[in-house]
């Protein structure tokens, strides 16, 4: 029960932080993790699409990286995640 409401509150005050922390560039960078571009012949909602299919959802605690479009997460054994993100560009960044 602790459990649930703490994280029920970090859930309401970490996005509202972050925004905060980005409005003064405390964050202002794409990470290091490229792994390629998106096809042109894909949208961003077909990356999606394909992301919802295989148990990934919206990484809701997350910095919000410059120019990124979509940021998706995939829990693996409650403890770590892959983390994927795609950019107004293209390109499309992710890790684990």
Request: aromatic share 14%.
């Amino acid at each position: 029960m602790k459990n649930k409401i703490f994280w029920k509150i970090i859930y309401k005050l970490h996005p509202p932080a972050l925004k905060i922390l980005e409005i003064f560039k405390v964050h202002s960078y794409r990470q290091n993790f490229l792994i390629g571009h998106l096809s042109v012949n894909f949208l961003m909602e077909d990356l999606k699409d394909h992301l919802l299919k295989n148990d990934f959802e919206r990484a809701i605690l997350a910095w919000r990286e410059p120019d990124e479009i979509l940021n998706m997460r995939k829990i693996i054994d409650k403890i770590f995640q892959y983390h994927i993100r795609l950019f107004a560009d293209g390109e499309i960044r992710a890790h684990y």
